[in-house]
């Protein structure tokens, strides 16, 4: 099955406020406390992610910093639009605009089906490098057999189709200061990313702040889910989605990669999506944590200068974006 041509598609960017990590460092510090019995909130020199056992394709979360949302629930729900397949390589380097520059791209979408003519999970992570080579780390995440077992899938460096929605964060790859946020002991009721979403959507309010890179599920279990194949009857509501996708608790160590943002900026956004990979067969889209009392997170994250939004369903929906 062949991409849709990137040059074809609606592409709309808008600037975000970039606030000074150190005031975000003070805001989540202080709220996040309501949520976990210990928190360190940082500004810190960006590790070399690449290294155990972080496993991005490249080194760092600066330069360029840019979040990416392309297509959406809408063209998978009620029922799919296989025709949306999209070529990441090609929506990066237009999404960050420089010609002379590797890239780093990592995040939350639908799987390339193609592969196996089934529905799957995406959890990219690929390095383009300046000459057109590409080093991809990511995976697919599917549903296998009559016992239906999560299966976990690296994709070649050649494989560059994703389908139908993804939330990615693109950058440089350079080193930098970046937030690293470390939580253990859950007290809350929300999960890691909706807690600090919350907080910056507090205290920034109609400002529309973004962030990603990745987060570590150190210790503890986590509620994920992976898509089954598409659906061939209509889903139309919250409870028929949650029927038709498999849900599994997945054990630590689970690495998961995507974006966070305040608010939908007037472009139809998914406010937050994570999905996570693993050296074992797990992975899948992050829900929350079922093991709060020794649950342990450690992410790395940046803030976007802008958000770029790719092929934005002209029909829309508010399901199916938890």
Request: charged residues 25%; glycine residues 8%.
């Amino acid at each position: 099955m062949s991409f849709l041509k990137t040059e074809d598609l609606l592409f709309e960017t808008k600037e975000l406020f970039v606030p000074k990590l150190e005031e975000i460092q003070e805001v989540l510090q202080e709220a996040l406390r309501s949520n976990f019995d210990q928190v360190t909130v940082e500004v810190v020199d960006c590790p070399n992610l690449k290294n155990d056992p972080y496993y991005l394709a490249d080194s760092g979360l600066c330069g360029s910093p840019t979040l990416v949302e392309v297509g959406g629930p809408p063209y998978l729900l009620p029922l799919v639009d296989t025709s949306k397949i999209y070529d990441i390589t090609e929506i990066a380097k237009r999404s960050i605009g420089k010609e002379s520059t590797n890239i780093l791209i990592c995040g939350a979408g639908a799987g390339p089906h193609m592969i196996h003519d089934q529905n799957c999970e995406g959890i990219y992570n690929m390095k383009i490098e300046n000459n057109g080579s590409i080093k991809n780390c990511s995976y697919l995440a599917r549903v296998v057999g009559v016992e239906e077992k999560c299966a976990l899938e690296k994709l070649p460096d050649t494989e560059k189709r994703f389908a139908l929605l993804a939330n990615l964060f693109a950058c440089e790859g350079k080193p930098g200061k970046v937030l690293r946020v470390h939580c253990k002991k859950r007290i809350g009721q929300l999960n890691f990313i909706t807690s600090i979403r919350i907080a910056l959507q507090n205290f920034y309010k109609e400002k529309c702040v973004g962030l990603g890179g990745l987060f570590l599920i150190k210790s503890g279990m986590v509620y994920q889910h992976v898509m089954r194949h598409f659906s061939t009857t209509p889903i139309n509501t919250e409870d028929q989605l949650n029927n038709w996708l498999k849900f599994y608790e997945m054990p630590a160590v689970l690495n998961a990669v995507g974006t966070l943002i305040t608010n939908e900026n007037d472009l139809d956004l998914r406010l937050q999506h994570f999905h996570s990979f693993s050296n074992t067969n797990w992975g899948g889209h992050y829900h929350y944590d079922t093991t709060p009392e020794n649950v342990e997170y450690e992410g790395f994250f940046n803030v976007g200068e802008q958000i770029v939004r790719v092929d934005r369903p002209r029909t829309t929906h508010k399901f199916g974006r938890d």
